[in-house]
């Protein structure tokens, strides 16, 4: 019954997911979050600690350690490491089989993912060369507002009159944030404009991916049905939310590890 | 009347200035003030405008006209006439360092390039204000960041021998790219010095899309920053001009058309704010 780890090193958390393989049917036993930090070798060696306390099993007991997200090559222990595209896709596809397209947002960079009909990646968009329209954009206005930041999403959806946030710049948008505050804006509208601000970028990066009618949404964003509702008004389809969204991409990196494994104990196999 | 006033209003900070008109010795620069605008605009204004009042030791009656200028020029109640903060700029530059044919201004939330012409007419300009890089913000928040003083990071900056690499200019995005440099353990001057590098290989870049003549001056707040200064100087290859008032321009240009407005027009100074 081999275990395998799947290691998702975001630039803001690093998430762990072990995986047990009993009887073909490959079921997740453990999960951990640690911030990242800017040792990426000791977020990845943290996290997986914490998710192998939490399925109760031992280092040893892991056959196979395959890495993701940002930081997936700063780790020493990795027996493979895979874009957070392919771990994105493989993921969401094992969680919703219908899935066409993903919408990853995360800490800093948000990815469209489209999907063939056998959950290849068809094709990709990223914004990668700034934060705006990624979860920095929440985490700055919630800093400034005084909100926790899971509390945002729930604030949102009592919006009456959503104001709505023309900058792109997540830092410039700060001060559109304060102007409305001393116009007497309330927080549930500003909030909710931020949402659908977000919601513009990622519906602008998945036409450029050439969107499917199956959307999954994933990352730690995915938790803040703020952003889910934004979406689904902007894009007019539902939008499917795995229940551990954050873990995804870790997830999908330890099926893809899985397989690998398998792969080679079956070469293995036909020699000996 | 012999003095006129200029307001400007900027993101993050607002510059008044009291100008008078001394007959045949041209026009004097008298007072200035400088207050943060914060998020009451109209307020942040007069309180200026009051304290350049008061710095130059006459009633606001005294003044006999005033033009705004700036992002929040239209909030200015009490002013005469508002102007572009392009035009005002550009006639600020052209007073401060006469034969200015190049203007790049880096205020606190945007940044811009201005041409102009043999006698001080704007040609063209470009702007930046989508997007942080390039602007004052970028280096409030670097400086945060690493824990020191906006007011320290240029000399700061200039100490640097080995600057690192900074290869985004996305204002959140290099947050981690200073932690991971700090980590590794780079000095605080290096790290600065390719922060100040990289704004200013980014302002560059927005600049060279108007034709960059010499003379070339810098304006606005981040001109303060000697850093900032010598890092344009290094990426244009070329020599900056920066007035000690360089902060003021834009405040300078908007007083020296009120100077004019003031020949112009019989206009009492009416309606400006009394004093608190």
Known sequence: MPKVAGIDIGSAFTKAVVVSDAAGAAAVVGRAAVRTGVDLEKAAADSLAMALADAGSPRESVDYIATTGFGRSSVSFRDLQVTEITSGARGARRLFPQATAVLDIGSQCTRAITLTEAGKVRGFKTNDKCAAGSGSFIVRAAKYLQIELGEVGEIALRAENPQPISSICAVLAESEIINHVSAGVSVEDILSGIYDSLAERASMLLKRAGMGPDLVLIGGVARQRGMVRALENRLKVPVSVPADCEYTCALGAALLGLKRLQTQLSVAACRS | ?276
Request: hydrophobic residues 45%; contains cysteine.
């Open chain 2, 1 to 276: 009347m012999r003095f006129a006033a200029g307001v400007d209003v900027g993101s993050t900070q607002t510059k008044a200035v009291i100008m008078e008109d001394t007959g045949g010795g041209g026009p004097r620069l008298v007072a200035r003030a400088l207050v943060d605008t914060g998020a009451n605009v109209q307020k942040a204004a007069e309180h200026g405008f009051l304290a350049a009042c008061r710095e130059a030791a006459i009633p606001a009656q005294e003044v006999g006209f005033v033009v705004g200028t700036g992002y929040g020029r239209y909030k200015i109640t009490f002013g005469n006439a508002q102007m572009t903060e392009i035009t005002c700029h550009a006639r600020g530059a052209s007073f401060l360092c006469p034969g200015t044919r190049t203007v790049i201004d880096m205020g606190g939330q945007d940044s811009k390039a201005i041409s102009i012409g043999a006698k001080g007419e704007v040609l063209d300009f470009v702007m930046n204000d989508k997007c942080a890089a390039g602007t004052g913000r970028f280096l409030a928040n670097a400086a945060d960041v690493m824990g020191i003083s906006l007011d320290e990071v240029g000399s700061l900056s200039l100490q640097g021998k080995h600057p690192v690499k900074i290869t985004t200019v996305c204002t959140v995005f290099v947050e981690s790219d200073i932690l991971s440099y700090l980590a590794q353990g780079k000095k605080a001057e290096d790290i600065l010095n390719g922060v100040h590098l990289a704004i200013a290989r980014r302002t560059v870049s927005l600049a060279r899309r108007v034709p960059i003549e010499p003379q070339i001056s810098l304006t606005g707040g981040v001109a303060r920053n000697l850093g900032m200064v010598r890092a344009l100087e290094q990426v244009l290859g070329a020599t900056l001009q920066v007035n000690a008032e360089a902060h003021f321009t834009g405040a300078i240009g908007a007083a020296l058309f009120a100077l004019e407005k003031m020949d112009q027009s019989s206009e009492s100074a009416i309606g400006r704010p009394a004093h608190a």
